[in-house]
């Protein structure tokens, strides 16, 4: 099957057409957007992971024969971290964990990760086989500086207050077709101005000494280092639209004189091939700015709320042009609704959910990558996530979901049931993050699961990993459900499938407390049933049950899903996956 990508805008004018016919043989490179979105951490990094000490742990990992080069264990990489770079043993493994995230790796790979970083490690036999590629590695830990807050950056733009440099946020309006910048906020301007800046580090960090060159600074890069570098950079060569890695486009034979490749050395020319970068890198045509402004827009049914009077939210995706491996889905502002999926489109595409309020969102298929962006007063459950989700800046929202990772920062007063291998990440900029076991199940879950090869163990979903100075003993951040505050949730839909309880069960605390509640009703029904009211009073009595059920179901903000859910507008294949869409 091949893959299209839509006709790329010409970079004078990215409101453009890009003529494949002006130059037929000229490339177009753009950034893969999951090295930044799933692999970089919304925090300042580590100071050691700057160019100078990168460089001197690459020379270290080649030191240490097969364990160290060209694929890094995690043994050494521990040892490193911990004794040469002084990054903490959580440290280290979070950095390792984050980039195992990008590269996919079969089901044993991925179990062999999990049992590491759940501590069933005792021996270490499990971290002598676990390995990465050792330049890849290298430039993932480079990227985690596109975070950096620049203090002197800040100065001189006169900031009140040091930022990290960002493109700006979101706002919900729709840009402008004249505009020169695709879209606001979507950060895929921010990476791509990171690495236009810092592109020279980045090769300096590949690159090695030509010993046939009378001069010593003389660089060139091998074929192992712009494969490496493919774990960021692809595109395609205009009239042939087929996605290529960065290294088999660098080598066809019309780009080797701007490229810098020679056929007798089998490497590339340092300063060609860095123009050449730079001469041809453009805005992805598969990412999230591209898919808002070009994107399909999908009709998923909506029920309740703004639905009525003819508002919904807006629903985007490439999915009709993009290959399915780069298929993304923008949703955004559905207010006071209840929005329900499952589908093809939905399956293995990343997902934004963007500035959504009091609504309850299901998206129960699994995905590749979920972020979400100041939402407010929602919930929202998701099917398996392969990778990451990652919530930023919400308030009150309730997350329900089964991930490799999920982190949260900038969030105040929401509640995460998590079934995750990987320790959540509390970044910065919370207040009140409530931690939760994963509470829910719906007929295909457990084919879900499997699909993205998770699995039910390890759940560390309540041993967090703070970073960042806002976590203190005294003045906590997050905190554990209590017992006593726990109930199920229900997804409320009829779908087709085989799990029929919570993968992996509850913790044995919730499982007892929510026995002793289930004891509690049983009891009150009893006393009910044998108290000898006569007709009349039994109806006063079921009365004023209901009075108060339906008092507690406002306090709580459920009675508006209920009515929407009764109005029965939500078409069944919106859930059964039975729709393309």
Same mark, same amino acid.
């Given at each position: 099957m091949v893959d299209h990508y839509p006709p790329p805008r010409d970079k004078s004018n990215p409101n453009r057409e890009f003529d494949p016919m002006m130059d037929e043989k000229q490339p177009r490179l753009w950034l893969r957007t999951d090295p930044f979105t799933i692999g970089a951490l919304q925090v300042a990094p580590h100071p050691k992971l700057s160019l100078?000490?990168?460089?001197?742990?690459?020379?270290?990992?080649?030191?240490?024969?097969?364990?160290? #080069?060209?694929?890094?264990?995690?043994?050494?990489?521990?040892?490193?971290?911990?004794?040469?770079?002084?990054?903490?043993?959580?440290?280290?493994?979070?950095?390792?964990?984050?980039?195992?995230?990008?590269? !996919?790796?079969?089901?044993?790979?991925?179990?062999?990760?999990?049992?590491?970083?759940? =501590?069933?490690?005792?021996? +270490?036999?499990?971290?002598?086989?676990?390995?990465?590629?050792t330049l890849q590695f290298l430039l993932y830990l480079f990227i985690q500086q596109v975070h950096k807050i620049s203090l002197?950056?800040?100065?001189?733009?006169?900031?009140?207050?040091?930022?990290?440099?960002?493109?700006?946020?979101?706002?919900?309006?729709?840009?402008?077709?004249?505009?020169?910048?695709?879209?606001?906020?979507?950060?895929?301007?921010?990476?791509?101005?990171?690495?236009?800046?810092?592109?020279?580090?980045?090769?300096?960090?590949?690159?090695?000494?030509?010993?046939?060159?009378?001069?010593?600074?003389?660089?060139?890069?091998?074929?192992?280092?712009?494969?490496?570098?493919?774990?960021?950079? /692809?595109?395609a060569v205009d009239k042939d639209r087929n996605v290529q890695s960065l290294i088999n486009i660098a080598r066809l034979q019309q780009a080797h004189a701007r490229s810098g490749f020679s056929k007798i050395t089998q490497a590339f020319s340092f300063r060609l091939f860095e123009d050449w970068i730079r001469a041809n890198l453009v805005p992805s045509p598969f990412g999230m700015a591209a898919c808002v402004m070009s994107g399909q827009r999908l009709n998923w049914p909506?029920?309740? =709320?703004?639905?009525?009077?003819?508002?919904?939210?807006?629903?985007?995706?490439?999915?009709?042009? *993009?290959?399915?491996?780069?298929?993304?889905? #923008?949703?955004?502002?559905?207010?006071?609704?209840?929005? *329900?999926?499952?589908?093809?489109?939905?399956?293995?595409?990343?997902?934004?959910?963007h500035r959504c309020h009091s609504s309850y969102i299901?998206?129960?298929?699994?995905?590749?990558?979920?972020?979400?962006?100041?939402?407010?007063?929602?919930?929202?459950?998701?099917?398996? @996530?392969?990778?990451? @989700?990652?919530?930023?800046?919400?308030?009150?929202?309730?997350?329900i979901c089964v991930a490799g990772r999920v982190s949260v920062s900038s969030s105040s007063f929401?509640?995460?049931?998590?079934?995750?291998?990987?320790?959540?990440?509390?970044?910065? +900029?919370?207040?009140?993050?409530?931690?939760?076991?994963?509470?829910?199940?719906?007929?295909?879950?457990?084919?879900?699961?499997?699909?993205?090869?998770?699995? *039910?163990?390890?759940?560390?979903?309540?041993?967090?990993?703070?970073?960042?100075p806002d976590h203190q003993v005294d003045q906590p951040v997050f905190s554990l459900l209590?017992?006593?505050? #726990?109930?199920? #949730?229900? @997804?409320?839909?009829?779908?087709?499938?085989?799990?029929? /309880?919570?993968?992996?069960?509850?913790?044995h605390e919730y499982a007892d407390a929510l026995s002793a509640k289930q004891s509690e009703i049983r009891k009150f029904w009893g006393m009910a049933r044998d108290s000898g009211l006569d007709k009349d009073q039994r109806r006063q009595f079921q009365e004023l049950v209901e009075n108060k059920f339906q008092i507690w179901l406002n306090e709580n903000g459920l009675a508006r899903q209920l009515v929407d859910l009764a109005s029965?507008?939500? !078409?069944?294949s919106s859930v059964s996956g039975s729709d393309s869409q």
């Open positions: 100078h000490y990168l460089k001197k742990v690459g020379t270290y990992a080649k030191s240490k024969g097969k364990v160290g #080069f060209p694929r890094l264990t995690y043994s050494v990489w521990r040892h490193i971290a911990c004794n040469k770079l002084n990054i903490s043993d959580d440290e280290a493994q979070l950095y390792y964990d984050g980039f195992e995230l990008l590269s !996919p790796s079969p089901s044993d790979e991925r179990k062999k990760r999990q049992v590491l970083s759940s =501590g069933g490690d005792a021996d +270490g036999s499990q971290s002598r086989l676990l390995s990465v590629d002197r950056s800040s100065l001189v733009a006169g900031q009140e207050w040091p930022l990290r440099p960002r493109s700006p946020e979101l706002d919900g309006r729709a840009a402008s077709p004249s505009s020169a910048s695709p879209s606001k906020g979507l950060d895929e301007s921010t990476y791509m101005a990171f690495m236009l800046s810092h592109l020279t580090d980045v090769l300096t960090l590949l690159a090695e000494s030509d010993a046939f060159s009378s001069s010593a600074t003389d660089l060139y890069l091998s074929k192992e280092a712009v494969t490496a570098l493919s774990l960021f950079i /692809e595109g909506t029920t309740g =709320g703004d639905a009525d009077t003819g508002k919904r939210g807006k629903v985007a995706s490439n999915a009709s042009r *993009a290959p399915k491996s780069h298929k993304l889905i #923008f949703i955004s502002q559905v207010c006071k609704q209840t929005l *329900a999926k499952s589908s093809n489109t939905l399956t293995s595409s990343r997902i934004r959910v299901y998206l129960l298929s699994p995905m590749k990558s979920v972020n979400i962006d100041k939402c407010r007063h929602s919930t929202i459950v998701l099917g398996p @996530v392969e990778t990451t @989700v990652h919530m930023h800046s919400c308030e009150h929202v309730t997350l929401c509640t995460l049931h998590l079934l995750t291998p990987l320790r959540p990440l509390i970044l910065g +900029g919370n207040d009140t993050i409530v931690l939760a076991p994963y509470h829910t199940h719906y007929p295909q879950l457990g084919d879900h699961m499997t699909s993205v090869g998770l699995t *039910a163990i390890p759940n560390q979903w309540d041993k967090p990993f703070i970073v960042g209590p017992p006593h505050g #726990f109930n199920m #949730f229900a @997804v409320p839909f009829e779908m087709e499938g085989t799990t029929k /309880e919570i993968p992996g069960g509850l913790p029965g507008s939500l !078409p069944k």
